[in-house]
Protein backbone atom coordinates (compact mmCIF):
# COMPACT_ATOMS: atom_id res chain seq x y z
CA UNK A 1 0.00 0.00 0.00
CA UNK A 2 2.66 2.38 1.02
CA UNK A 3 4.56 1.96 -2.48
CA UNK A 4 1.16 2.68 -4.30
CA UNK A 5 0.18 5.84 -2.17
CA UNK A 6 3.64 7.54 -2.73
CA UNK A 7 3.38 7.49 -6.60
CA UNK A 8 -0.09 8.45 -6.50
CA UNK A 9 0.16 10.91 -4.32
CA UNK A 10 3.33 12.55 -6.11
CA UNK A 11 1.00 12.65 -9.58
CA UNK A 12 -1.87 14.65 -7.77
CA UNK A 13 0.44 17.15 -6.21
CA UNK A 14 2.20 17.43 -9.82
CA UNK A 15 -1.46 17.78 -11.35
CA UNK A 16 -2.48 20.31 -9.04
CA UNK A 17 0.73 22.72 -9.25
CA UNK A 18 0.83 22.35 -12.76
CA UNK A 19 -2.82 23.69 -13.42
CA UNK A 20 -3.09 26.36 -11.38
CA UNK A 21 -2.78 29.91 -13.25
CA UNK A 22 0.49 31.70 -12.08
CA UNK A 23 -0.34 35.26 -11.65
CA UNK A 24 0.34 37.55 -14.42
CA UNK A 25 3.85 40.00 -13.95
CA UNK A 26 1.87 42.71 -14.10
CA UNK A 27 -0.96 42.02 -11.40
CA UNK A 28 2.39 40.81 -9.44
CA UNK A 29 3.47 44.44 -9.56
CA UNK A 30 0.73 46.43 -9.02
CA UNK A 31 0.12 44.23 -5.99
CA UNK A 32 3.55 44.94 -4.48
CA UNK A 33 3.75 48.31 -5.53
CA UNK A 34 0.02 49.32 -3.82
CA UNK A 35 1.87 47.31 -0.56
CA UNK A 36 4.41 48.99 -0.60
CA UNK A 37 2.64 52.38 -1.31
CA UNK A 38 0.34 51.40 2.10
CA UNK A 39 3.24 50.72 4.13
CA UNK A 40 5.21 53.99 3.38
CA UNK A 41 2.01 56.24 4.02
CA UNK A 42 1.44 54.43 7.15
CA UNK A 43 4.98 55.03 8.78
CA UNK A 44 5.15 58.67 6.91
CA UNK A 45 2.14 59.70 8.98
CA UNK A 46 3.26 57.99 12.15
CA UNK A 47 6.45 59.32 11.72
CA UNK A 48 5.55 62.70 11.00
CA UNK A 49 1.96 63.16 12.85
CA UNK A 50 2.37 60.96 15.81
CA UNK A 51 -1.10 62.24 17.65
CA UNK A 52 -3.11 61.74 14.18
CA UNK A 53 -5.82 59.45 15.62
CA UNK A 54 -6.35 56.48 13.73
CA UNK A 55 -9.69 55.27 15.73
CA UNK A 56 -12.95 54.07 13.47
CA UNK A 57 -11.18 55.34 10.61
CA UNK A 58 -10.40 52.25 8.05
CA UNK A 59 -7.00 53.20 5.57
CA UNK A 60 -7.76 53.66 1.41
CA UNK A 61 -5.41 53.72 -1.20
CA UNK A 62 -6.16 54.70 -4.73
CA UNK A 63 -5.04 54.68 -8.36
CA UNK A 64 -4.32 58.27 -9.30
CA UNK A 65 -2.74 57.24 -12.64
CA UNK A 66 1.05 58.08 -11.69
CA UNK A 67 0.79 57.90 -7.92
CA UNK A 68 -1.25 56.27 -5.52
CA UNK A 69 -3.36 58.50 -3.34
CA UNK A 70 -3.55 57.17 0.59
CA UNK A 71 -5.64 58.10 3.02
CA UNK A 72 -8.05 57.08 5.71
CA UNK A 73 -12.08 57.53 6.22
CA UNK A 74 -13.58 60.03 8.26
CA UNK A 75 -14.76 58.53 11.65
CA UNK A 76 -18.21 58.31 12.30
CA UNK A 77 -20.38 61.38 12.62
CA UNK A 78 -17.19 63.45 12.21
CA UNK A 79 -17.73 67.07 11.06
CA UNK A 80 -14.51 68.52 10.08
CA UNK A 81 -10.62 67.78 10.82
CA UNK A 82 -10.17 65.68 8.06
CA UNK A 83 -6.96 63.77 7.70
CA UNK A 84 -3.68 63.77 6.04
CA UNK A 85 -3.51 62.33 2.09
CA UNK A 86 -0.50 61.04 1.14
CA UNK A 87 0.35 60.80 -2.50
CA UNK A 88 3.15 58.12 -3.76
CA UNK A 89 4.74 57.63 -6.86
CA UNK A 90 4.32 54.30 -8.42
CA UNK A 91 7.67 54.43 -10.07
CA UNK A 92 10.09 54.10 -6.73
CA UNK A 93 7.18 54.34 -3.92
CA UNK A 94 8.72 57.78 -2.53
CA UNK A 95 6.36 60.79 -1.25
CA UNK A 96 5.92 62.70 -3.10
CA UNK A 97 2.95 65.32 -1.45
CA UNK A 98 1.32 65.09 1.43
CA UNK A 99 -1.90 67.14 2.51
CA UNK A 100 -4.84 67.39 4.61
CA UNK A 101 -7.91 66.88 4.03
CA UNK A 102 -11.14 69.31 5.76
Known amino acids: MKKLFLPLFACLFFDFTLAADPPSSKEESVDVSKSCA ?35 TSAGLMIGGGGPVVIIDKKNCEVVKVYYEQ
Open 38 to 72: TKKAENFIVEKNPRFDKTNRKPVIEDDGKNWKFYY
